[in-house]
T-cell receptor
């Protein structure tokens, strides 16, 4: 079945450092890919998405590119802030399915 | 526009007790979902609904029941709570916009002793 694998955390960075959180997926067709963010004590919020190969999703300085050849959707940000401290989830939706398959999440802590 | 709301925010139950978690959305979304979140496990789908009056099982449905009598509400019931059901429960809703972007509620933290 479909699955999403994220790099294990936690990840701890200093403010203004470069962030990469790796995400790879397994799917039989052409899924849509998502990154969700969960701030402490809150529900998940959609951060960005991409619906086809080579699409780049971006929001709040975060970017991720849908790479079909490597089945990856890595999250990047050039300069993290303390306010980016959160748990990040990669997810996929297969072939127009209403259901999402989530990775296990990666906790990011950014220190001043 | 409140989005997705969940009631209650916290609850402590004794083993064997029952309770119902309420999810409400004001976005006129067709689809609604219940997830549980456990450390190291990510989010796992319990049950979902593709419309009023319809429900379907997700990945971990055992020990839970759901009902969708009104389009805006999705109820999750625990008939006989067990310590293994200690978790944070999230409700979400979605509609087709080229993809099914899900909008999440703030969560309910349930402890079963």
């Amino acid at each position: 079945g479909d699955s999403v694998t994220q790099m294990e955390g936690p990840v701890t960075l200093s403010e203004e450092a470069f962030l990469t959180i790796n995400c790879t997926y397994t799917a039989t067709g052409y899924p849509s890919l998502f990154w969700y963010v969960q701030y402490p004590g809150e529900g998940l919020q959609l951060l960005l998405k991409a619906t086809k190969a080579d699409d780049k999703g971006s929001n709040k300085g975060f970017e991720a590119t849908y790479r079909k050849e490597t089945t990856s959707f890595h999250l990047e940000k050039g300069s993290v802030q303390v306010s980016d401290s959160a748990v990040y989830f990669c997810a996929l939706s297969e072939g127009g399915s209403e259901k999402l398959v989530f990775g296990k999440g990666t906790k990011l802590t950014v220190n001043p | 526009n409140a989005g997705v709301t969940q009631t209650p925010k916290f609850r402590v139950l004794k083993t064997g007790q029952s309770m119902t978690l309420l999810c409400a959305q004001d976005m006129n979304h067709e689809y609604m979902y219940w997830y549980r979140q456990d450390p190291g496990m990510g989010l796992r789908l319990i049950h979902y609904s593709v419309g009023e009056g319809t429900t379907a099982k997700g990945e971990v449905p055992d020990g839970y029941n759901v009902s969708r009598l009104k389009k805006q509400n999705f109820l999750l019931g625990l008939e006989s709570a067990a310590p293994s059901q200690t978790s944070v429960y999230f409700c979400a809703s979605s509609r087709w916009t080229g993809t099914y972007e899900q909008y999440f509620g703030p969560g309910t933290r349930l402890t079963v002793t």
